[in-house]
């Protein structure tokens, strides 16, 4: 049996963009939160895995901002 890696490269930040004040379930207030969009060191036509959506607490720098035990839609972030 043989392992196959795929290596994208290196993972950057390609934008970051208030998202609002929402509770913060892990800091247990309501803080600021950003919408950061991160992607592969890449072409992005190449790049199947294409780029990704993230809510980060500016705080704790997690997404704690749902109620634990719910996942959040692609669409959400």
């Known amino acids: ?5 795929i290596n994208r490269g290196a993972v950057k930040e390609l934008s970051r963009t208030d998202a609002g004040v929402r ?3 892990g800091c ?3 803080l600021q939160y950003e919408h ?3 992607g592969h060191d890449c ?3 190449d790049d199947w895995y294409g780029p990704w959506p993230a809510l980060e607490c500016t ?3 997690d997404d704690r ?3 634990p035990g719910f996942e959040r ?3 959400d972030a």
């Open 65 to 67: 901002a749902l109620f």
């Open 1 to 5: 049996m043989s392992t196959i890696h």
């Open 28 to 30: 247990r207030k309501h």
């Open 73 to 75: 839609e692609p669409e």
């Open 23 to 25: 509770w913060c379930f």
């Open 36 to 38: 950061i969009v991160y």
């Open 43 to 45: 072409d992005p036509m």
């Open 59 to 61: 705080r704790c720098h």
